[in-house]
T-cell receptor, first 116, second 114 residues
Framework: NAGVTQTPKFRVLKTGQSMTLLCAQD?????MYWYRQDPGMGLRLIHY???????AKGEVPDGYNVSRLKKQNFLLGLESAAPSQTSVYFC???????????????FGPGTRLTVT | AQSVTQLGSHVSVSEGALVLLRCNYS??????LFWYVQYPNQGLQLLLK??????LVKGINGFEAEFKKSETSFHLTKPSAHMSDAAEYFC????????????FGKGTKLSVKP
């Protein structure tokens, strides 16, 4: 059981470039999340999904897009990267059995992104 | 909207000393309260969770937390710190929305001195 995996682990982008971060989970979880972590800010929710084919905005969605074409994968896209998007990005998943986001979330190891 | 406040961005204790990490939430009583731990260069993992019933919750690695409704607090404690406890700790509560997503506190980094 790999749990939640994220690729890539590190990436450096120039301003204006685009990229996609991939999250995969092998636990058959319904819910998946993308967070960003910045020093002194805790974790902030970017987008989330409550099932295959669904996505919704979180607290800080601007500049990001997501897709959940397969239940096990959740992609986060940056169409035109900006220095303000320099951050560590975490993907998480949960069973969703409660019908809410209250079940234990399982986190990936993170992707460290630098935008110059 | 819900909010969660962690007092102290950095706490330092000696090995063997009591660990106390503070978390207060907004007055709307949430059905669930969480503590997550993040070890260096890793993702977060669940330490413990309060749902309903007993207000003293035991988690992994000897940590526990007590839900105090009258004080709107959910402080995390451990009687005796180990070097391996050095990590960042996050308190989280549901955001009050229909989906029940979590909002996380800003984190408290725990250092343990030998």
């Amino acid at each position: 059981n790999a749990g939640v995996t994220q690729t890539p682990k590190f990436r450096v982008l120039k301003t204006g470039q685009s990229m996609t971060l991939l999250c995969a989970q092998d636990m058959n979880h319904e819910y998946m999340y993308w967070y960003r972590q910045d020093p002194g800010m805790g974790l902030r929710l970017i987008h989330y999904s409550v099932g295959e084919g669904t996505t919704a905005k979180g607290e800080v969605p601007d500049g990001y897009n997501v897709s959940r074409l397969k239940k096990q994968n959740f992609l986060l896209g940056l169409e035109s990267a900006a220095p303000s998007q320099t951050s560590v990005y975490f993907c998480a998943s949960s069973y969703g059995a409660s019908g809410r986001g209250w079940d234990e979330q399982y986190f990936g190891p993170g992707t460290r992104l630098t935008v110059t | 909207a819900q909010s969660v406040t962690q007092l102290g961005s950095h706490v330092s204790v000696s090995e063997g000393a009591l660990v106390l990490l503070r978390c207060n939430y907004s007055s709307s009583v949430p059905p669930y309260l969480f503590w997550y731990v993040q070890y260096p260069n890793q993702g977060l993992q669940l330490l413990l969770k309060y749902t309903t019933g007993a207000t003293l919750v035991k988690g992994i690695n000897g940590f526990e937390a007590e839900f105090k409704k009258s004080e709107t607090s959910f402080h995390l404690t451990k009687p005796s710190a180990h070097m391996s406890d050095a990590a960042e700790y996050f308190c989280a509560v549901p955001d009050g929305g229909s989906q029940g997503n979590l909002i996380f506190g800003k984190g408290t980094k725990l250092s343990v001195k030998p």
